[in-house]
């Protein structure tokens, strides 16, 4: 049984273990719903400090409270020693008892503040700790619009409480690899009567068409939008389903607009929303279904980008005499060709290719390797994803971790690199920037963009081994 004064202070351990529990789980609440796990547990640490504190003054008093009750007893035993007064072993007194009592309580008290530590340090872990699944994002200030980059080491904001610099944590640092643009391109041939000439010389060069845009590194996708069995795209690409669609659709003289807009369900998955996107209408007459306007507002709408239009039509103004032995009292419209005479001019597609800037050639050349080079020569552009990184392979001995990836940042003539704080999605961009993961790609947001693509000069890293840094 222990006295009322050593029952005391157990029941003083207990309520202090119960105030450190509420204290970690009013922490955890609070930094968890703010995402600053470290910050957390840095708090309860502080919190539970404190409550050793409390204990050790707890027991100071115990202990001067037992000092001062030993010596009112001392004068009694210290007068029957001088007496002679030996009649047995020695008897342990209050004082003593109570003294025993309070290093039992003390060292209990030690115990129990050890165990309350361990199982608060284990609450928080496990309540607060980041999913295993990703990084998270997390708390802390941040500082003005700067772009999206984070000056690395800082006082707070990005950095958490006890993260290892990376100075001192294993890292494979490689300059950040871009990826160059993925170039879709649709083709839609009239398949009209009068178009069988034009369809086979297409048929014919599709192959050295796609053949010249991989060449040159660019991952591209083909559609071919015709009636099935008018124009049928040999091997290789003929046969390669990760690279070549074809669109059964019956596209008739005037259709070349509209059949692009109502049938583009038939394509649209086929299309990479990041890759450079090219239109090209083969026909000898016009659009009467749709204007150029029309289409061009339509089709925008469907991409959400931009596009390019190149059209292979009769030019406009364009006129010609029927063929010999005809005589020529009437000039009609359209040019003349080595298949056939145009049946109209294209002044519609001719204005979309004017208006976003593609190619515009005649269908009654006589050379139409000359116009399928300078058609490959405007598609086959490598143009960097500027804003895209390749994810590198790590080093031999070090395996990939995505919780321990950094985009590094060194601006032109700056002498130390910042870091790109690390954000949940796209949708998670706001006005600071950041990166996030699209796929095994490092895709940087907006507001970071712009600042790295108005700095011709600077130099993005990708550092492997250290703790993603947050925003």
């Not at 000092?67 to 007068?79: F, I, K, S, T």
């Not at 299309?271 to 000898?284: A, C, I, K, N, S």
């Not at 003349?336 to 145009?342: H, I, K, R, T, V």
């Not at 395996?399 to 790109?420: F, M, P, Q």
């Amino acid at each position: 049984m222990l006295d009322d004064d050593a029952a005391a202070a157990v029941g003083a351990d207990v309520g202090l273990d119960a105030d450190r529990k509420l204290v970690a789980e009013g922490l955890c609440e609070r930094d968890l719903l703010a995402g600053g796990v470290h910050e957390a547990q840095r708090a309860v640490r502080h919190a539970i400090a404190e409550a050793e504190d409390a204990a050790d003054h707890h027991r100071e008093v115990e202990s001067r409270e037992d000092r001062d009750l030993v010596e009112g007893d001392a004068c009694p035993v210290n007068a029957a020693g001088a007496a002679g007064l030996h009649a047995g072993p020695p008897v342990e007194t209050t004082s003593e008892m109570r003294d025993d009592g309070a290093r039992r309580g003390g060292t209990l008290t030690m115990h129990r503040l050890v165990f309350a530590s361990l199982i608060a340090s284990l609450s928080i872990t496990l309540g607060c700790a980041p999913s295993t699944s990703g990084p998270r994002r997390d708390s802390g200030t941040t500082g003005p619009n700067d772009g999206g980059v984070t000056q690395y080491p800082d006082s707070g904001g990005a950095r958490d409480a006890g993260r290892v610099p990376f100075e001192e944590c294993a890292r494979d640092v490689s300059m950040a690899e871009t990826r160059l643009q993925p170039v879709d391109i649709v083709w839609i041939i009239d398949n009209s009567g009068s178009m069988s000439g034009e369809a086979r010389i297409v048929q014919e060069n599709m192959n050295s068409f796609a053949a010249a845009i991989g060449a040159s590194g660019i991952d591209y996708h083909v559609v071919v939008m015709t009636m099935a069995g008018f124009v049928n795209v040999p091997p290789p690409l003929g046969t390669d389903t990760e690279r070549f669609r074809f669109a059964n659709v019956n596209v008739q003289s005037h259709d070349g607009l509209s059949a692009l807009v109502a049938n583009y369900s038939a394509y649209s998955d086929f299309l990479r929303p990041e890759g450079t996107m090219h239109f090209v209408v083969v026909t000898d007459d016009e659009s009467e279904n749709m204007s150029g306007s029309e289409f061009q507002s339509q089709m925008s709408t469907l991409l959400g980008r931009s596009f390019t239009f190149h059209t292979i039509a009769s030019p406009p103004g364009s006129m010609s005499c029927p063929p010999p032995p005809f005589p020529c009292f009437i000039p009609m419209e359209g040019c003349q060709g080595p298949e056939d005479n145009a049946a109209a001019n294209g002044d519609e597609y001719y204005a979309v290719s004017s208006a976003t800037g593609g190619l515009a050639q005649s269908i009654c050349t006589n050379d139409w390797s000359s116009l399928f080079a300078s058609l490959t020569a405007a598609i086959a552009i490598p143009t960097t994803l500027p804003c895209r990184y390749v994810l590198p392979t790590p080093p031999d001995g070090m395996a990939l971790d995505r919780n321990k990836v950094n985009v590094l940042y060194t601006a032109t003539g700056a002498t130390s690199e910042t870091i790109i704080p690390y954000v949940r999605d796209y949708v998670s961009c706001g006005p600071s920037g950041g990166w996030y993961y699209e796929g095994d790609d490092v895709v940087v947001c907006p507001a970071t963009c712009t600042t790295l693509t108005g700095d011709a000069s600077g130099r993005v890293d990708i550092a492997l081994g250290c703790e993603t840094i947050l925003f």
